[in-house]
Protein backbone atom coordinates (compact mmCIF):
# COMPACT_ATOMS: atom_id res chain seq x y z
CA UNK A 1 0.00 0.00 0.00
CA UNK A 2 1.67 3.45 -1.16
CA UNK A 3 0.81 6.25 1.95
CA UNK A 4 0.69 10.27 1.47
CA UNK A 5 0.70 11.48 4.96
CA UNK A 6 -0.14 15.11 4.86
CA UNK A 7 -1.14 17.88 7.26
CA UNK A 8 2.25 16.85 9.82
CA UNK A 9 2.70 19.60 12.45
CA UNK A 10 5.97 18.84 12.75
CA UNK A 11 8.29 15.64 10.49
CA UNK A 12 11.96 15.17 12.15
CA UNK A 13 13.81 14.02 9.45
CA UNK A 14 17.01 13.65 11.00
CA UNK A 15 18.59 14.88 7.68
CA UNK A 16 20.25 18.61 6.80
CA UNK A 17 16.35 19.28 6.23
CA UNK A 18 15.95 19.37 10.00
CA UNK A 19 12.78 19.59 11.78
CA UNK A 20 9.78 20.78 9.35
CA UNK A 21 6.37 22.16 10.12
CA UNK A 22 3.62 21.69 7.93
CA UNK A 23 4.67 19.04 5.77
CA UNK A 24 4.08 15.50 4.06
CA UNK A 25 5.46 12.52 3.35
CA UNK A 26 5.22 9.71 0.32
CA UNK A 27 5.53 6.51 0.61
CA UNK A 28 5.92 3.84 -2.27
CA UNK A 29 6.69 0.29 -2.51
CA UNK A 30 8.12 0.21 1.61
CA UNK A 31 10.55 3.74 1.14
CA UNK A 32 10.31 6.93 1.75
CA UNK A 33 9.67 8.58 -1.91
CA UNK A 34 9.21 12.53 -0.85
CA UNK A 35 9.30 14.13 2.58
CA UNK A 36 9.16 18.30 2.77
CA UNK A 37 7.37 21.35 4.04
CA UNK A 38 3.72 21.79 2.32
CA UNK A 39 4.82 25.03 0.81
CA UNK A 40 7.13 22.80 -1.70
CA UNK A 41 4.27 20.03 -2.20
CA UNK A 42 4.44 21.15 -5.96
CA UNK A 43 7.00 18.65 -6.03
CA UNK A 44 5.57 15.61 -4.50
CA UNK A 45 5.81 12.76 -6.99
CA UNK A 46 2.59 12.11 -8.52
CA UNK A 47 1.13 9.41 -6.43
CA UNK A 48 0.57 5.95 -8.18
CA UNK A 49 -2.47 4.31 -8.24
CA UNK A 50 -4.25 3.42 -5.04
CA UNK A 51 -2.26 5.75 -2.74
CA UNK A 52 -3.76 5.67 0.84
CA UNK A 53 -4.46 9.22 2.24
CA UNK A 54 -3.52 9.94 6.25
CA UNK A 55 -4.49 13.38 7.64
CA UNK A 56 -2.37 13.76 10.90
CA UNK A 57 -4.01 16.77 11.80
CA UNK A 58 -1.73 18.82 13.16
CA UNK A 59 0.35 15.75 14.86
CA UNK A 60 4.37 15.01 14.89
CA UNK A 61 5.82 12.07 12.58
CA UNK A 62 9.54 11.02 13.56
CA UNK A 63 11.19 8.22 12.31
CA UNK A 64 10.85 4.58 13.87
CA UNK A 65 12.91 4.31 16.90
CA UNK A 66 15.90 2.22 16.57
CA UNK A 67 16.66 -0.33 19.34
CA UNK A 68 20.42 -1.45 18.83
CA UNK A 69 20.41 -3.12 21.88
CA UNK A 70 18.75 -6.24 23.25
CA UNK A 71 18.52 -9.76 24.63
CA UNK A 72 14.82 -10.96 23.77
CA UNK A 73 15.63 -15.01 23.23
CA UNK A 74 14.65 -16.06 26.77
CA UNK A 75 12.55 -18.20 29.24
CA UNK A 76 12.40 -17.85 32.61
CA UNK A 77 11.25 -14.67 35.02
CA UNK A 78 13.56 -12.86 37.28
CA UNK A 79 11.06 -10.64 39.24
CA UNK A 80 12.10 -11.64 42.85
CA UNK A 81 15.37 -10.37 41.29
CA UNK A 82 14.07 -6.78 40.62
CA UNK A 83 11.72 -6.71 44.14
CA UNK A 84 15.09 -7.49 46.11
CA UNK A 85 16.83 -4.63 44.25
CA UNK A 86 14.41 -2.07 44.95
CA UNK A 87 14.80 -3.17 48.28
CA UNK A 88 18.70 -2.40 48.19
CA UNK A 89 20.04 -5.40 47.10
CA UNK A 90 22.86 -4.28 44.14
CA UNK A 91 22.59 -6.02 40.78
CA UNK A 92 25.09 -8.65 40.07
CA UNK A 93 25.85 -9.86 36.84
CA UNK A 94 25.62 -13.48 38.19
CA UNK A 95 21.74 -13.60 37.82
CA UNK A 96 22.56 -14.32 34.16
CA UNK A 97 22.80 -18.26 35.06
CA UNK A 98 19.88 -18.34 35.86
CA UNK A 99 18.48 -17.15 32.87
CA UNK A 100 20.26 -19.55 30.87
CA UNK A 101 19.10 -22.15 33.42
CA UNK A 102 15.36 -21.58 32.28
CA UNK A 103 16.71 -20.99 28.74
CA UNK A 104 18.61 -24.39 27.79
CA UNK A 105 15.40 -25.73 29.39
CA UNK A 106 13.40 -24.28 26.87
CA UNK A 107 12.24 -26.10 23.51
CA UNK A 108 12.44 -23.81 20.50
CA UNK A 109 8.89 -23.50 19.67
CA UNK A 110 8.61 -21.41 23.65
CA UNK A 111 11.40 -19.38 23.04
CA UNK A 112 9.75 -18.33 19.47
CA UNK A 113 6.54 -17.71 21.07
CA UNK A 114 8.13 -14.86 23.42
CA UNK A 115 10.12 -12.91 21.22
CA UNK A 116 7.86 -12.61 18.93
CA UNK A 117 5.63 -11.15 21.46
CA UNK A 118 8.30 -8.72 22.55
CA UNK A 119 8.76 -8.13 18.78
CA UNK A 120 5.07 -6.90 18.82
CA UNK A 121 5.46 -5.47 21.69
CA UNK A 122 8.23 -3.17 20.41
CA UNK A 123 6.59 -2.36 17.11
CA UNK A 124 3.38 -0.92 19.15
CA UNK A 125 5.96 1.45 21.23
CA UNK A 126 7.07 2.63 17.70
CA UNK A 127 10.48 0.78 17.38
CA UNK A 128 10.98 -0.06 13.70
CA UNK A 129 14.66 -2.01 14.12
CA UNK A 130 16.11 -4.30 16.82
CA UNK A 131 19.63 -5.79 17.65
CA UNK A 132 19.21 -9.14 19.60
CA UNK A 133 22.15 -10.67 21.25
CA UNK A 134 22.07 -14.14 22.26
CA UNK A 135 23.85 -14.96 25.32
CA UNK A 136 21.42 -16.71 27.25
CA UNK A 137 22.73 -20.22 26.34
CA UNK A 138 26.49 -20.79 26.49
CA UNK A 139 26.99 -23.93 24.73
CA UNK A 140 27.37 -24.37 21.07
CA UNK A 141 23.82 -25.74 20.26
CA UNK A 142 22.21 -23.42 22.59
CA UNK A 143 24.08 -20.08 21.62
CA UNK A 144 23.65 -21.34 17.85
CA UNK A 145 19.67 -21.99 18.49
CA UNK A 146 19.71 -18.76 20.03
CA UNK A 147 20.93 -16.45 17.14
CA UNK A 148 18.89 -18.80 14.69
CA UNK A 149 15.83 -17.82 16.17
CA UNK A 150 16.76 -13.75 16.40
CA UNK A 151 17.44 -14.10 12.48
CA UNK A 152 14.18 -15.27 12.35
CA UNK A 153 12.93 -12.07 13.27
CA UNK A 154 15.74 -9.17 12.57
CA UNK A 155 18.77 -8.82 10.19
CA UNK A 156 20.69 -7.42 13.42
CA UNK A 157 21.59 -10.37 15.39
CA UNK A 158 24.71 -10.67 17.59
CA UNK A 159 26.46 -13.63 19.04
CA UNK A 160 27.41 -13.03 22.56
CA UNK A 161 28.40 -16.49 23.63
CA UNK A 162 31.26 -14.47 25.96
CA UNK A 163 27.80 -12.80 28.13
CA UNK A 164 29.17 -15.12 31.08
CA UNK A 165 31.37 -18.11 31.95
CA UNK A 166 29.06 -20.53 32.76
CA UNK A 167 28.94 -22.61 35.54
CA UNK A 168 30.42 -25.54 34.51
CA UNK A 169 33.46 -23.72 33.51
CA UNK A 170 33.26 -21.50 36.40
CA UNK A 171 37.44 -23.19 37.30
CA UNK A 172 38.46 -22.92 33.60
CA UNK A 173 37.70 -19.24 32.20
CA UNK A 174 39.80 -19.80 29.48
CA UNK A 175 38.47 -23.09 28.28
CA UNK A 176 35.45 -21.51 27.73
CA UNK A 177 36.92 -18.68 25.90
CA UNK A 178 38.17 -20.87 23.94
CA UNK A 179 35.08 -22.87 23.06
CA UNK A 180 33.60 -18.95 22.55
CA UNK A 181 36.55 -18.36 19.40
CA UNK A 182 35.91 -21.79 18.50
CA UNK A 183 33.34 -24.35 17.76
CA UNK A 184 30.68 -21.95 18.97
CA UNK A 185 31.58 -18.98 16.52
CA UNK A 186 31.77 -21.40 13.82
CA UNK A 187 27.95 -22.41 14.34
CA UNK A 188 26.85 -19.02 14.95
CA UNK A 189 28.73 -16.87 12.80
CA UNK A 190 26.59 -17.70 9.96
CA UNK A 191 23.61 -16.20 11.42
CA UNK A 192 25.07 -13.14 12.61
CA UNK A 193 26.32 -9.87 11.84
CA UNK A 194 28.02 -8.83 15.11
CA UNK A 195 30.10 -9.81 17.66
CA UNK A 196 30.19 -8.98 21.33
CA UNK A 197 31.70 -9.25 24.84
CA UNK A 198 31.09 -8.40 28.55
CA UNK A 199 34.06 -7.01 29.36
CA UNK A 200 33.70 -6.81 33.28
CA UNK A 201 35.03 -7.62 36.11
CA UNK A 202 32.72 -10.55 36.96
CA UNK A 203 32.84 -11.61 33.29
CA UNK A 204 35.72 -11.24 30.78
CA UNK A 205 38.76 -9.47 31.22
CA UNK A 206 40.25 -7.13 28.98
CA UNK A 207 42.77 -9.88 27.56
CA UNK A 208 39.86 -12.65 27.03
CA UNK A 209 37.59 -9.89 25.42
CA UNK A 210 40.23 -9.20 22.91
CA UNK A 211 40.59 -13.04 21.85
CA UNK A 212 36.78 -12.92 21.79
CA UNK A 213 36.37 -9.86 19.42
CA UNK A 214 39.42 -10.49 17.17
CA UNK A 215 37.85 -14.30 16.55
CA UNK A 216 34.85 -12.69 15.76
CA UNK A 217 36.23 -10.17 13.40
CA UNK A 218 38.34 -12.68 11.21
CA UNK A 219 34.96 -14.48 11.09
CA UNK A 220 33.38 -11.32 9.04
CA UNK A 221 31.67 -10.15 11.97
CA UNK A 222 31.75 -6.41 13.25
CA UNK A 223 32.89 -5.91 16.77
CA UNK A 224 30.41 -3.88 19.72
CA UNK A 225 30.95 -4.57 23.19
CA UNK A 226 29.43 -4.49 26.70
CA UNK A 227 31.39 -2.40 28.94
CA UNK A 228 32.03 -0.02 32.13
CA UNK A 229 28.38 -1.32 33.33
CA UNK A 230 29.41 -2.21 36.79
CA UNK A 231 32.96 -0.44 37.29
CA UNK A 232 35.73 1.61 35.13
CA UNK A 233 37.88 -0.75 33.05
CA UNK A 234 39.99 -1.23 29.53
CA UNK A 235 36.48 -2.23 27.69
CA UNK A 236 36.27 0.86 26.02
CA UNK A 237 39.41 1.85 24.81
CA UNK A 238 39.69 -2.18 23.72
CA UNK A 239 36.70 -1.52 21.68
CA UNK A 240 38.01 1.55 19.67
CA UNK A 241 40.72 0.22 19.49
CA UNK A 242 39.57 -2.47 17.56
CA UNK A 243 36.85 -0.04 15.75
CA UNK A 244 34.12 -1.40 17.49
CA UNK A 245 30.19 0.14 15.97
CA UNK A 246 28.93 0.52 19.97
CA UNK A 247 30.35 0.33 23.52
CA UNK A 248 27.31 0.05 25.36
CA UNK A 249 26.39 1.08 28.85
CA UNK A 250 29.17 2.98 29.77
CA UNK A 251 27.43 4.04 33.05
CA UNK A 252 31.50 4.79 34.70
CA UNK A 253 33.50 6.35 32.36
CA UNK A 254 36.78 7.92 32.95
CA UNK A 255 38.18 11.22 31.01
CA UNK A 256 40.51 8.89 29.33
CA UNK A 257 37.59 6.89 27.99
CA UNK A 258 36.01 9.95 27.08
CA UNK A 259 38.49 11.29 25.13
CA UNK A 260 39.31 8.08 23.61
CA UNK A 261 35.55 7.63 22.27
CA UNK A 262 35.52 11.48 20.97
CA UNK A 263 38.07 10.70 18.46
CA UNK A 264 36.69 7.51 17.27
CA UNK A 265 33.91 6.45 15.23
CA UNK A 266 32.81 4.12 18.08
CA UNK A 267 29.00 4.89 19.03
CA UNK A 268 28.52 5.00 23.12
CA UNK A 269 24.86 3.59 23.41
CA UNK A 270 23.71 4.72 27.28
CA UNK A 271 20.82 2.32 28.21
CA UNK A 272 18.70 4.40 30.73
CA UNK A 273 16.53 1.46 31.66
CA UNK A 274 19.64 -0.50 33.67
CA UNK A 275 20.45 2.59 35.59
CA UNK A 276 16.59 2.98 36.55
CA UNK A 277 16.35 -0.90 37.19
CA UNK A 278 19.26 -1.07 39.12
CA UNK A 279 19.82 2.25 41.14
CA UNK A 280 23.17 2.53 39.69
CA UNK A 281 24.02 6.69 38.78
CA UNK A 282 22.82 7.94 35.61
CA UNK A 283 25.29 8.70 32.83
CA UNK A 284 26.18 12.20 32.20
CA UNK A 285 25.24 12.56 28.68
CA UNK A 286 25.69 16.11 28.21
CA UNK A 287 29.22 15.90 29.43
CA UNK A 288 29.73 13.33 26.72
CA UNK A 289 28.22 15.09 23.84
CA UNK A 290 29.70 18.23 24.92
CA UNK A 291 33.31 16.39 24.65
CA UNK A 292 32.20 15.31 21.10
CA UNK A 293 30.81 11.56 21.81
CA UNK A 294 27.93 10.29 19.47
CA UNK A 295 25.66 8.89 21.88
CA UNK A 296 22.78 6.45 21.51
CA UNK A 297 19.83 5.43 23.37
CA UNK A 298 19.02 2.03 23.36
CA UNK A 299 16.74 0.18 25.87
CA UNK A 300 18.80 -3.52 26.58
CA UNK A 301 15.51 -5.32 27.17
CA UNK A 302 16.20 -8.45 29.25
CA UNK A 303 15.06 -10.24 32.46
CA UNK A 304 18.13 -8.76 34.83
CA UNK A 305 18.83 -5.55 34.18
CA UNK A 306 16.23 -3.79 32.48
CA UNK A 307 13.29 -4.88 31.71
CA UNK A 308 11.53 -1.83 29.17
CA UNK A 309 11.18 -2.29 25.99
CA UNK A 310 9.86 0.87 25.78
CA UNK A 311 12.24 3.93 23.87
CA UNK A 312 10.12 7.08 24.64
CA UNK A 313 10.83 6.13 28.33
CA UNK A 314 14.14 5.64 27.50
CA UNK A 315 14.36 8.91 26.07
CA UNK A 316 12.16 10.88 29.02
CA UNK A 317 15.02 9.64 31.12
CA UNK A 318 17.42 10.78 29.32
CA UNK A 319 16.08 14.27 29.17
CA UNK A 320 15.01 14.61 33.11
CA UNK A 321 17.87 12.97 34.09
CA UNK A 322 20.83 12.38 31.75
CA UNK A 323 20.98 15.73 30.40
CA UNK A 324 19.95 15.63 27.16
CA UNK A 325 17.63 17.79 25.30
CA UNK A 326 14.63 16.57 23.62
CA UNK A 327 15.95 16.68 19.94
CA UNK A 328 19.34 15.08 21.01
CA UNK A 329 17.66 12.42 22.89
CA UNK A 330 14.93 11.67 19.99
CA UNK A 331 18.31 11.36 17.52
CA UNK A 332 19.66 9.04 19.79
CA UNK A 333 16.95 7.02 19.29
CA UNK A 334 16.38 6.99 16.23
CA UNK A 335 19.57 8.09 13.92
CA UNK A 336 22.03 7.58 16.80
CA UNK A 337 20.74 3.70 16.79
CA UNK A 338 21.45 3.51 13.22
CA UNK A 339 24.67 4.62 13.22
CA UNK A 340 25.50 2.17 16.44
CA UNK A 341 24.25 -0.58 13.88
CA UNK A 342 25.93 1.34 10.91
CA UNK A 343 23.04 1.45 9.37
CA UNK A 344 22.19 3.86 6.73
CA UNK A 345 18.64 3.47 5.57
CA UNK A 346 16.56 4.06 8.86
CA UNK A 347 16.43 6.76 11.76
CA UNK A 348 16.33 8.95 9.06
CA UNK A 349 13.36 10.36 6.36
CA UNK A 350 14.65 11.34 3.38
CA UNK A 351 13.62 9.75 -0.11
CA UNK A 352 15.75 6.04 -0.61
CA UNK A 353 15.49 5.59 3.64
CA UNK A 354 12.72 2.55 5.06
CA UNK A 355 9.42 4.23 5.25
CA UNK A 356 9.84 3.66 9.04
CA UNK A 357 8.06 6.35 10.70
CA UNK A 358 5.54 7.17 13.97
CA UNK A 359 2.69 9.47 13.98
CA UNK A 360 2.62 10.52 17.80
CA UNK A 361 -0.77 11.63 19.41
CA UNK A 362 0.93 14.74 20.06
CA UNK A 363 1.81 17.92 18.28
CA UNK A 364 5.80 17.74 18.74
CA UNK A 365 8.92 15.27 19.60
CA UNK A 366 9.15 17.07 22.95
CA UNK A 367 6.10 15.29 24.50
CA UNK A 368 8.39 11.52 24.71
CA UNK A 369 9.69 13.42 27.67
CA UNK A 370 7.06 15.85 28.96
CA UNK A 371 4.11 13.51 29.03
CA UNK A 372 5.78 10.21 30.34
CA UNK A 373 4.46 7.04 30.02
CA UNK A 374 1.75 8.16 28.00
CA UNK A 375 0.80 6.08 25.24
CA UNK A 376 1.47 8.97 22.36
CA UNK A 377 2.27 6.40 19.94
CA UNK A 378 -0.32 6.31 17.73
CA UNK A 379 0.44 4.52 14.56
CA UNK A 380 4.12 3.00 12.79
CA UNK A 381 4.82 2.10 9.46
CA UNK A 382 7.86 -0.35 9.07
CA UNK A 383 8.71 -0.78 5.43
CA UNK A 384 5.85 1.23 4.39
CA UNK A 385 3.28 -1.39 6.44
CA UNK A 386 0.69 0.25 8.25
CA UNK A 387 0.52 -0.87 12.19
CA UNK A 388 -1.88 0.40 14.46
O1 LIG B 1 23.21 -5.81 29.11
N1 LIG B 1 25.55 -6.72 31.01
C1 LIG B 1 25.30 -7.84 30.71
N2 LIG B 1 24.18 -8.30 30.19
C2 LIG B 1 22.87 -7.74 30.34
C3 LIG B 1 22.22 -8.16 31.63
C4 LIG B 1 21.79 -9.52 31.55
C5 LIG B 1 21.09 -10.08 32.75
O2 LIG B 1 21.20 -9.57 33.90
O3 LIG B 1 20.40 -11.08 32.51
C6 LIG B 1 22.93 -6.25 30.19
O4 LIG B 1 22.67 -5.50 31.14
FE1 LIG C 1 23.02 -5.95 27.25
Known amino acids: ?61 IPGFVDSHSHLVFAGDRTSEFEA ?64 LAAEVTAEVTFLGAHVVPAEYADDPDA ?36 VLEAGIASGLIPRVHASQLGPGGGVRLAVELGAASIDHGTYLTDDDVAALAGSDTVLTLLPGVEFSTRQPYPDARRLIDAGVTVALACDTNPGSSFTSSMPFCIAIAVRDMGMTPVEALWAATAGGARALRRDDVGRISPGSRADL ?17 PLVTRVWKDGASHG
Open 1 to 61: MNTLITNIGELTTNTDAGTLHDAAVLIEDGRVAWAGAVADTGTIPEPVEGVEVVDAAGRAV
Open 85 to 148: RMAGQKYAAGGIRSTVAATRAATDDELRTRLRGFMDEMLAQGTTTVEIKSGYGLTVADEERLVR
Open 176 to 211: YVALVTGPMLEACAPHARWIDVFCETGAFTVEQSRR
Open 358 to 374: VLLDAPSHVHLSYRPGV
